[in-house]
Structure formats: C-alpha cells, structure tokens
C-alpha cells in the first residue's frame, strides 16, 4: 500500500476527526498531498492540498473549518476537521502527486469513511 489513511469514523455535527495518510518510501518527491472526498451519488471533489512548499487550497465548503497539515520528513499529510456538518460525511481519499519529466502521476490511498450524523 502506497498511501495509508486512517482517522475516519462516525462523529455528531459539530465535532472533529483526524485524518492522517502517511505515504510509503516508495514514492519520491512528492510536490503535492491532499484530501479529496466523494459522497453518494456526487463527483469525487478536492477538499484541501498542500504543497511541498507550503502552499494550500481549500473547498469553499471546508473553509474556516478543516485545516490541512503536512510532515515532509514523514511523507505524512493531516486534515483536522472541526466544526463538522451531515453534508461532510464522504469517503474521504488521500492523494500524492509528484512531476517525472513534466509528468503528472497520482497516488490514492484506500479512502476512510467519514460520517457525521446525530
């Protein structure tokens, strides 16, 4: 397995996981990891990414609510998510992507389910 996810799990609204994915030692020089999630019946959509560097991106959605983190030295990204609503609850799937020659190339971990319900 090349990306590991885990953290996820059922939550109330208005509470908080961690997710974590760790990438193996495998994959080298990876620019960018992030969280995409996919709900029922929906379009699989970026929810947060984050550069080697530094730079992030957020879903308008998960604003101001989900904060993503990243450790370069453990191949490791975070995405705690606070503040959580139904309309959160997907499968959430953690992604690597590096450059080879001008070269996109994409990883996927397993995805973790993550549902958030009273």
């Known amino acids: 397995v090349q990306l590991q996810a885990s953290g996820g799990g059922l939550v109330q609204p208005g509470g908080s996981l961690r997710l974590s994915c760790a990438a193996s030692?495998?994959?080298?020089?990876?620019?960018?990891m992030g969280w995409y999630r996919q709900a029922p019946g929906k379009q699989r959509e970026l929810v947060a990414d984050?550069?080697?560097?530094?730079?992030?991106n957020y879903a308008d959605s998960v604003k101001g609510r989900f904060t993503i983190s990243r450790d370069n030295a453990k191949n490791t990204v975070y995405l705690q998510m606070n503040s959580l609503k139904p309309e959160d609850t997907a499968v959430y799937y953690c992604?690597?992507?590096?450059?080879?020659?001008?070269?996109?190339?994409?990883?996927w971990g397993q995805g973790t389910q993550v549902t958030v319900s009273s």
């Open positions: 030692n495998t994959i080298f020089r990876i620019n960018t």
């Open positions: 992604n690597a992507l590096r450059w080879n020659r001008g070269t996109p190339i994409q990883y």
């Open positions: 984050m550069s080697t560097g530094g730079n992030t």
